[in-house]
């Protein structure tokens, strides 16, 4: 079995907009991410995406929908194909759930951002 600690997993790396891959059960893939500022707008066709913001404070705006504001210890599922952009008042650390290979700039194109998720090094 294995085991992750939260505090360690964000201590590991300093990037920004760079998930961690921490896990993997049942095609769904557990990503650490630290954010700061604000991501492109993108949807993801076929995935919900969940946030859970362990530290920080975190804008998911939806397009054409009221922003959904999420502080320490909350958590909101955006639905698949709901276009959207997270935007982190200052640096936030979030905790991602979604299928296997779901890239995080999701349908975006040109973004210049990381679509690519590094595993956690143990």
């Known amino acids: 079995m294995n085991t992750v600690d939260l505090e360690d997993a964000f201590a590991a ?10 896990a993997s059960l049942n095609g769904q893939a557990l990503k650490v991410a630290k954010l700061e500022g604000a991501f492109v707008w993108h949807s993801h066709p076929e995935a919900d995406e969940l946030f859970w ?3 920080g404070e975190l ?12 502080s320490d210890g909350e958590l909101g599922v955006v639905p698949a ?25 999701g ?16």
């Open 107 to 122: 349908d975006a194109e040109g973004t210049g951002r990381t679509s690519e998720v590094q595993r956690l090094e143990e």
């Open 81 to 105: 194909g709901v276009e959207h952009r997270p935007v982190a008042d200052g640096l936030a650390k979030v905790v991602l759930f979604e299928p296997t290979g779901t890239e995080n700039t």
């Open 53 to 55: 913001v362990i530290d």
């Open 59 to 70: 804008t998911l705006e939806l397009r054409g929908e009221p922003d959904e504001h999420l």
């Open 13 to 22: 790396f300093e990037e920004r907009w760079a998930p961690r891959l921490v």
